[in-house]
């Protein structure tokens, strides 16, 4: 009895497991409502394919970019001022630091201050600086915009202005304007070699921007022209500026910021070669007239000496010039079984969302609605114990 | 004949066109099944637009930020030590490097070796480097710390020790512990201007951390505070370090790492104002007590001279202070159909789900379950093979 | 009356909101189409719950890492040239610039110009300015490789060649080679320390490589071995070169750029103790014998002096080495509502599409579809238009 039992469970059990179920449908032969219906899907898929998985590529994994860059400036500028005579500047001279990890410094301008030692000196007049005697100033008082420490004297800073004493780095530097043409105008015809290469880990894929088919003696001959050269990693520095819609000469002399953008879109689905990167410059700090406040991109520096006295002097050297950042992104797309599942299931619940729509319009707006919804709907009643009912 | 076959197929297919297929439907008109099935839904309809949409904004298209970043410190300081006498120090003497691309380091404190020579001295003593005879002295051994190249001979440390000669800079750096207070002590009341530009690419748009309402006047003069200045891109030192609960003073003493994170969250679909950089100061490394293998930050850097034979000498500085790096991320969100299809695909598929729940409990848990099963379900069987049927 | 017809209204909007439709469906009860059901959503199922949930973690929601790194190298190196005599090289003349943000550079070998003053040498003889006579030689050229301004003079260059006399840094760098084996060989035994502190804000989790457990004594003596020491976060930068397969004396003349890529995969579910950083060595240039323009990595950098004159003279150095990129990557997952439900949606909106193909299968190629199409469809017609009906 018992084992009869238990095969019956059983064979309940596998009647349940093997039973296929599907819901019961009303076939609607109605021009009208047949047309709503496809067209909707229609659009429905049409979006799925060519929306998600044509245009955004929806079928690919994507993986961004790991990347290195090195680059290499050549070139030198004259320049002749009074304080300085003639003087040739080459690359150990206007690259500071002489080497960063992503971009690199070029000097176009500078004020120089030449001989500065520890000790006493005028300061620069000012409304808070410019004194008539000694009680105007006091002893160990520090500005945030003075370039020492005030001594409590006043002394003359010319003939006819006096100021307070400060102890500082003497002479002061004249912190005035830039001089304008820029000092090393010659470096708009500096070059600038750009390495790049790029990883995309996922997909354990290396490429670089020196492209197989360039060869050396291109290189070594090539610069970067979007028109004739789109592939050569040298740039003359003026043409970076100009693609910006940047005047090289008007950005030298108060400095500024230059993107060098290394865009890397590869479609690893289609050939290697297809997958090369594209140049853009643009300019990161704002040129805005309005709201200048320190303008432009410049820092100080020094170079340290020590006299024969064994006592250490310094040239201060305020540098304008222009830092260029180079900025490598993309992304690789490759395809996989997940993303592109993801995008059709959420599809298909879209599909079951036309349902719902046309089902609407069939059972409320057409003619023959009543027809429709007596074969479509039966109804159990189960609101015995309503009041109203 | 052919053609009538033919018109008739035409005919066929075009009916199978404008089928339209609409489930069968049993309506249970039961208020406890009603309920049920309407709280889930409503639940369900409620997570996808109050969570996805709303709260995670589903429906935007993000795209990452691209920065770039400068920064100009401003301020003196004052050191009186018998090493170096009084010695004003300005920001070419403590920014080093004078630029880097998106952080600055500010010398806090330092342990400086004037006028090291190459040459031979007696090592620090140290339980590899005590010796009493030549012996205990091996030519050419350079242990991993030890400051150069040993000669084989014990020499005098000083009246009491005898410790292996080296071939080094001499004299060799006293690395103990770095003063305290720290040397340049105000470096807290340094203030720093960040100049902050952001671009989203995929949506072409630009901002500035000086924000277009601020004006030249006001940022000259302004220093940010949280609550009166949230807006003002100069910040004191002291006030970044604080803000992150530390001390600047016990800080500046060993140095550290110090994260100016400016973020941006745009949410495109609202006017511009209303992206604006939010700042948040944090320590970077690590200041637990314990593992701690050289803690803080400090590098050794060097200025080198030539003395009047022509020989080269250098001030050997080991300098702790504070990195700042400055960290800026954000995201931007812009409405877009793709992900808010997504989004909402994904949503009805979870209605689906809806309904298989409330399915099973009517049609298990129900007293009148056995009437709604026989009106639900049709049954074919086709279980002939099976040997138990 | 008007009451009575309200309330009836609202009855009806009642009765409304509590029906409950559940698809009348059709129970096939076959083996085969049960079984083709079953199996085709076991495979659904388990592609949503294998793959996406267990293996991509589509149940979790993931962060970005936000990181520090610090880095101290150890060292010191022995040369001995004709140029420069014996000389010792610690981290201070080695390490150039003195600190970055997130990488340092080993100076393993150099062309040293010293003593070089601005005035008049002959350029280095190449094809451009080799000259027989003054003619040769036109004022102001500067060529894109020359180290100068022409004077327009034409000088011995040796006893058997005349170059142009240049205006420049004389004497000039006799840019060959640069010396094989490197100079700095010692650099392979280097050791760097590098601090790494991570941040996953959304989680808000931090950690350091320098793992809780590690204690102070281990890392005051250990060096990083992947079998051995797998944590020790002390690297012997032989190591580093090797694990990457490349012979460190080899890349040390020429240099080269080393990425160390520090991975942290955290899956926040799980004990934190099981987030760890994995350590990854691979060169980062291409050190591919074709397209070798400017192989490896180098820069110029110049030491400037002053001599008894108060006139400016320099040291210059070729310098070429190894960039060490540190490169933090990684993710944090941790369980989430919203990706574990978009992921599920999509899922059963694909367990649809199995229905669709189940029911295909059932009405097109069984035995018995011809009973089954007529349990399952009812067919309202309303084609009365149509021209062929």
Not at 176 to 199: C, H, Q, S, W
Not at 206 to 214: A, G, Q, S, T, Y
């Amino acid at each position: 009895m018992t084992q009869a039992k238990d095969n019956n469970c059983c064979v309940s059990i596998c009647h349940c497991f093997f039973d296929y179920s599907t819901p019961k449908t009303l076939v609607i032969r109605s021009k009208k409502v047949g047309a709503i219906n496809r067209i909707t899907q229609a659009l429905v898929i049409a979006y799925i394919i060519g929306y998600v998985c044509v245009l955004k590529k929806g079928y690919q994994d994507t993986d961004n970019i790991l990347s290195s860059v090195t680059t290499k400036v050549k070139g030198i500028a004259l320049t002749n001022t009074s304080d300085l005579g003639l003087r040739i500047w080459d690359v150990a001279d206007y690259i500071i630091p002489p080497q960063e990890e992503s971009s690199f410094f070029v000097l176009t301008n500078l004020i120089v201050t030449q001989n500065q030692r520890q000790g006493h000196c005028a300061e620069i007049p000012s409304v808070s600086s410019i004194c008539t005697s000694d009680k105007d100033c006091k002893v160990g008082i520090r500005g945030p915009r003075s370039n020492g420490v005030q001594t409590g004297k006043c002394v003359n800073f010319n003939r006819t202005v006096k100021t307070c004493e400060v102890f500082a780095w003497c002479p002061l530097e004249r912190d005035g304007e830039p001089p304008n043409p820029p000092m090393l105008a010659d470096a708009e015809n500096f070059t600038v070699l750009v390495k790049n290469n790029i990883r995309f880990p996922k997909f354990k894929f290396n490429k670089r921007n020196i492209l197989p088919h360039i060869n050396s003696s291109y290189l070594e001959n090539c610069v970067f022209n979007r028109s004739t050269d789109p592939e050569c990693p040298i740039f003359r520095l003026k043409d970076i500026v100009e693609e910006a819609d940047e005047d090289f000469q008007t950005m030298a002399v108060h400095g500024g910021v230059m993107g060098v953008q290394i865009r890397w879109e590869c479609d690893l689905d289609l050939p290697d070669t297809w997958c090369v990167p594209r140049y853009n410059f643009r300019r990161l700090d704002n040129k805005d007239p309005t709201n200048t406040v320190s303008p432009g991109y410049n820092f100080r520096f020094a170079k340290y000496y020590k006299d024969s006295d064994n006592k250490e002097t310094r040239t201060l050297i305020k540098g304008y010039g222009i830092r260029f950042d180079i900025m490598v992104f993309g992304q690789a797309g490759k395809f996989n079984i997940v993303p592109l599942l993801l995008n059709v299931g959420a599809g298909l619940g879209l599909l079951g969302l036309v349902a719902v729509v046309c089902d609407w319009i069939v059972l409320t707006c057409m003619t023959k609605r009543r027809l429709y919804n007596e074969q479509k709907y039966t109804y159990v009643d189960d609101y015995g114990v309503l009041p109203e009912e």
